[in-house]
């Protein structure tokens, strides 16, 4: 019974991450060969969690839990939290055909979830989805993404933990390509966003780093001013 235990021990401490267990039941036994590790950025909801994968941004799966751990991990990640928030993860699982009718029309692959790597709030260190600017200031501490590839414009007022979700709007970008406006309205909030990226040198002075961008942010009458950058 005690080498038993150790060779457990020893197997879990391997290649393949400690895996969790859901209703007393050891999910070792589904992890095999078939077995992929999938980075990307995840969105759990009451309706439906999905995956887009990094590696290719085309791929959403969606995903069912069997560890029974991921979705409290997701909501008890620090920050502002918003209604279907993506976040950086990286699952361990098996891709299988996704067999409810409904679901599969839109998302016909499914992932089952064994092991949870990683999973923390996205930013323009770690992203790996394209995004056109992601924008940051201080006093008060704010950020703010731009992303055509998630529909979204996302602004976040850290000082007075408010947060703003607005669908992707198409720029006016001036004749030389120096600046670009973006403006959304989120009517269920009745919010308003306008936001003016320039390139020219902005210099953060919380961090005295020099960024290619400035950035300045009106919503609902509330200004800022900050620094951005580019995707790569």
């Known amino acids: 019974m005690i080498r038993s235990l150790q ?13 969790s267990c859901k209703g007393g039941k050891n999910n070792q036994n589904t ?8 980075k990307g950025l995840y969105i759990h909801s009451d309706k ?9 941004t085309t791929v959403v799966y969606f995903v069912k839990d069997q ?3 991921l979705g ?5 990640l620090p920050g502002i939290q918003h ?3 993506a976040v950086l993860v990286e699952l361990k699982g098996v891709v299988v055909k996704t067999t409810n009718d409904s679901t599969a029309k839109t998302l016909p692959r499914t992932l089952n979830v064994y092991s949870i790597n990683r999973i923390e709030r996205k930013n323009f260190q770690n992203v790996c989805i394209q995004y056109d600017f992601w924008a940051l200031g201080s006093e008060p501490n704010w950020n703010l993404q731009i992303s055509q590839s998630e529909n979204l414009i996302s602004f976040e007022d850290f000082n007075t933990q408010k947060g703003y979700r607005f669908n992707y709007k198409t720029p006016r970008i001036n004749s030389d390509t120096t600046s670009w ?15 003016i990226i320039r390139k020219q040198d902005c210099n953060d002075t919380m961090s005295d780093h ?17 620094c951005a950058v580019a995707w790569k």
Do not use: P
Request: net charge neutral; charged share 25%; hydrophobic share 35%.
């Open 67 to 69: 560890t029974g751990k």
């Open 31 to 38: 992890m095999g060969a078939d077995t992929v590790l999938v």
């Open 83 to 85: 209604t279907n928030e």
């Open 181 to 195: 406006t973006y403006e959304s309205r989120n009517r269920e909030e009745r919010s308003n966003i306008r936001v």
């Open 72 to 76: 409290t991990r997701y909501d008890s």
């Open 210 to 226: 020099v960024y290619k961008y400035s950035a300045e942010v009106s919503i609902n009458g509330r200004n800022y001013k900050g």
């Open 7 to 19: 060779l457990v021990f020893a197997f879990s401490l391997g290649a393949i991450s400690i895996l």
């Open 48 to 56: 439906i969690d999905s995956l887009r994968d990094c590696a290719d």
